[in-house]
């Protein structure tokens, strides 16, 4: 059973950092593809952040610069380190992979991060 579950969520000022983990069993990690999704209240979700097996990025434009995806093959773990956070980023954040064998994309159970002064 592929099982993907996030940590690290929270409040923050503006400006602040928070570090999101999302930790995965069930998959020979290191194969996968891993993304960060978020979605705010009322909002569509919105890809924030890709890795590669390989460990190449991609990002939103509206977190370029600020977002770091990363990830650790030996923890089967992948992290999304959020710096200048800013009330627009204030979101469910979810972890996920898409499974090829079934077609279908594995989520998290999200972890809320919210940015308010």
């Known amino acids: 059973q592929v099982q993907l579950v996030e940590s690290g969520g929270g409040s923050v000022q503006p400006g602040g950092s928070l570090r999101l983990s999302c930790s995965a069993s069930?998959?020979?990690?290191?194969?996968?593809?891993m993304d960060w999704y978020r979605q705010a209240p009322g909002k569509e979700r919105e890809l924030v952040a890709t890795?590669?097996?390989?460990?190449?990025?991609n990002y939103a434009d509206s977190v370029k610069g600020r977002f770091t995806i990363s990830r650790d093959n030996a923890k089967n773990t992948v992290y999304l380190q959020m710096n200048g956070l800013n009330p627009e980023d204030t979101a469910v954040y979810y972890c996920?992979?898409?499974?090829?064998?079934?077609?279908?994309?594995?989520w998290g159970q999200g972890t809320q991060v919210t940015v308010s002064s």
């Open positions: 069930g998959i020979i990690f290191s194969n996968y593809v």
């Open positions: 996920s992979t898409f499974l090829r064998v079934r077609s279908s994309r594995v």
């Open positions: 890795i590669t097996s390989g460990g190449g990025t």
